[in-house]
């Protein structure tokens, strides 16, 4: 079976599998858990992350095909 792609880009590590007898509440308070987690961990680091994330979006790379026709 072919692992899901992660948002973090790992392809590598300890499989983690969530147990498929679970109850609906049980669900709802793992969810809540990493949403508390998640917006604590944004409180904390909010503006680095933001700063990460930009910096990963931006090119610095010069854009040269100016001179070339659109394929339009």
Not at 4 to 15: H, V
Not at 48 to 55: E, K, N, P, T
């Amino acid at each position: 079976m072919k692992p899901w792609p992660q948002p973090s880009g790992l392809s590598s590590g300890l499989p983690f599998t969530i147990d498929s007898t679970w109850e609906p509440e049980q669900a709802l308070a793992v969810w809540e858990l990493l949403d508390d987690l998640r917006e604590r961990i944004w409180t904390h680091y909010g503006g680095a992350i933001q700063d990460l994330l930009r910096q990963q979006r931006v090119s610095t790379e010069p854009f040269d095909d100016c001179d070339q026709d659109l394929p339009f």
